[in-house]
C-alpha cells in the first residue's frame, strides 16, 4: 500500500527557532494535511493542501503540496513552546467514496533541555 | 464544544472480550470513520462509513470487527474477541466544511489484558 516517508523522526526546539519538516511519498496524493496531536488527544486539522504547488499559512505554519503530488513540507516560524507535539502529515486521495487518509509516522516535537 | 464525543475515554478489557466504542458527533454527517493508533506509532485507516454502509475497510478491519449507526445519531465500533494487538487508540472522525476528515475525536484507549 502507500507509504509516507516523514523527516525528522523528532527534534528539538528553542523558543523562537524555525522548524521545518517534510513528507515524501512513492506515489501521487490529490490532498496533503498536516495535523498535530497532544499526548492523549486526537489529531487536530493544521493545514489542508489541495493542489500542487499550493502555499498556504496558518499564523506562523506554512506548509506546501509538492509540484510532483508527491512530497509536503510544513514550516513553524518562531517557534513557543505550546508547538511540542507530534506532527503528522497525511495524504488523501479521493476515491469512489470519500476516501481514507494514509498517515506519516509522525514528526514529535520536544523543547531543548 | 467537541464536534466529535467518544466514550469511554479508556477501556480496559480481558482478552476474547466483546467492545462497544461509540461516537457521537454534534451534527448529523453521511460520512464517519474509524482509525486507530497503536502507542507510540502512526494513525491508521480502518473503515468508512457512508449512509449506514462501509464504503471502504482496511485490512486491519477483519471479521472481528463491525460498525454500525444503531439508532441514526451515535456511530459504534465493535471488537467481537479482542486480542492483545487490538490494544490502541480508537479515533473516530468526521468531514468538515470542506475539509476532508477535519475533526477528529479525543479518542478511546483500549487496552486488552
Known amino acids: 500500500g502507500q507509504q509516507l516517508n516523514q523527516s525528522p523522526q523528532s527534534m528539538f526546539i528553542q523558543e523562537g527557532e524555525d522548524v521545518s519538516m517534510n513528507c515524501t511519498s512513492s506515489s501521487i496524493f490529490n490532498t496533503w494535511l498536516w495535523y498535530k496531536q497532544d499526548p492523549g488527544e486526537g489529531p487536530v486539522l493544521l493545514i489542508a493542501l489541495y493542489k500542487a504547488g499550493e502555499l498556504t499559512s496558518n499564523g506562523r505554519l506554512t506548509a506546501q503540496f509538492g509540484i510532483t503530488r508527491k512530497d509536503s513540507f510544513l514550516n513553524i516560524s518562531a517557534s513557543i513552546p505550546s508547538d511540542v507535539g507530534i506532527y503528522f502529515c497525511?495524504?488523501?486521495?479521493?476515491?469512489?467514496?470519500?476516501?481514507?487518509?494514509?498517515f506519516g509516522k509522525g514528526t514529535k516535537l520536544s523543547v531543548k533541555p | 464544544e467537541p464536534e466529535v464525543t467518544q466514550t469511554p475515554s479508556h477501556q480496559v478489557t480481558q482478552m476474547g472480550q466483546e467492545v462497544i466504542l461509540r461516537c457521537v458527533p454534534i451534527?448529523?454527517?453521511?460520512?464517519f470513520y474509524w482509525y486507530r493508533q497503536i502507542l507510540g506509532q502512526k494513525v491508521e485507516f480502518l473503515v468508512s462509513f457512508y449512509n449506514n454502509e462501509i464504503s471502504e475497510k482496511s485490512e486491519i478491519f477483519d471479521d472481528q470487527f463491525s460498525v454500525e449507526r444503531p439508532d441514526g445519531s451515535n456511530f459504534t465500533l465493535k471488537i467481537r474477541s479482542t486480542k492483545l494487538e487490538d490494544s490502541a487508540m480508537y479515533f473516530c472522525?468526521?468531514?468538515?466544511?470542506?475539509?476532508?476528515?477535519?475533526?477528529f475525536g479525543q479518542g478511546t484507549r483500549l487496552t486488552v489484558v
Open positions: 497525511a495524504g488523501l486521495n479521493y476515491g469512489g467514496s470519500q476516501g481514507n487518509l494514509i
Open positions: 472522525a468526521i468531514p468538515g466544511t470542506g475539509n476532508p476528515e477535519a475533526f
Open positions: 451534527s448529523n454527517h453521511l460520512y
